[in-house]
């Protein structure tokens, strides 16, 4: 079945970059996407991208999809105390609706002063 | 604009009592509902979906059950829970776009 795969915790300094990894096996993706959770939270949208784009910005946002590689990127731009949280990157089989979703496992993003 | 509301927020419940979590969507009419619970370390899973009142789908077999009673509103239930039912469940809707999720409920069975 299809698989999403993710680092389990990235650590970075405030102030860098954070580059959140995800590789997934279906090639009729639609729409890949990011989620955010912050402790205790449920997940709250953060950016999507459509399987025919490369790049998506928004604001210190950058989502990179390798189509070829099936290889999605989520930096974060000056990395700050509030991004502290678990990622989790899902994609959609073609056809919609979240029972076509399959979630990564979701990758801790540690934060150092 | 949509809401979803989602309660409790925790619940502490001992082995072989039973179970009622729900889920109410505002803002919307015929939405897609789902119910997911993530564990420790094991990501998402999808427990059940609904397209409609009355219409469930099951992702995975267990001892739970959800049902749909009203247009907008998603009950997930146990007769008995267990140990392992445990976890962090989260409600979510959709239209056509991406799913929106609830703020969950953090269940811990003793």
């Known amino acids: 079945g299809e698989d999403v795969e993710q680092s389990l915790f990235l650590s970075v300094r405030e102030g860098d970059s954070s580059v959140i990894n995800c590789t997934y096996t279906?090639?009729?993706?639609?729409?890949l996407y990011w989620y955010k959770q912050e402790p205790g939270a449920g997940l709250q949208l953060l950016t999507y991208?459509?399987?025919?784009?490369d790049m998506k910005q928004d604001q210190r946002l950058t989502v990179l999809l390798n189509k070829k590689d099936k290889h999605l990127s989520l930096r974060i731009a000056d990395t700050q105390t509030g991004d502290s949280a678990i990622y989790f990157c899902?994609?959609?089989?073609?056809?919609?609706?979240?029972?076509?979703?399959?979630f990564g496992k979701g990758t801790h993003l540690i934060i150092q002063p | 604009s949509q809401t979803i509301h989602q309660w409790p927020a925790t619940l502490v419940q001992p082995v072989g009592s039973p179970l009622s979590l729900e889920c109410t969507v505002e803002?919307?009419?015929?939405?897609?509902l789902y119910w997911y619970r993530q564990a420790a370390g094991r990501g998402l899973q999808l427990l059940f979906y609904s397209v409609g009142i009355g219409q469930i789908s099951s992702e995975v077999p267990q001892n739970l059950s959800a049902s749909r009673p009203q247009d907008r509103q998603f009950i997930l239930s146990s007769k008995k829970l267990l140990l392992s039912d445990s976890g962090f469940y989260l409600c979510?809707?959709?239209?056509?776009?991406?799913?929106?999720f609830g703020s969950g409920t953090r269940l811990t069975v003793v």
């Open positions: 899902a994609d959609l089989e073609s056809g919609g609706g979240a029972d076509g979703l399959t």
């Open positions: 991208i459509f399987s025919n784009m």
């Open positions: 979510a809707w959709s239209a056509r776009g991406s799913p929106s």
């Open positions: 803002g919307t009419s015929n939405p897609n």
């Open positions: 279906d090639s009729s993706s639609t729409y």
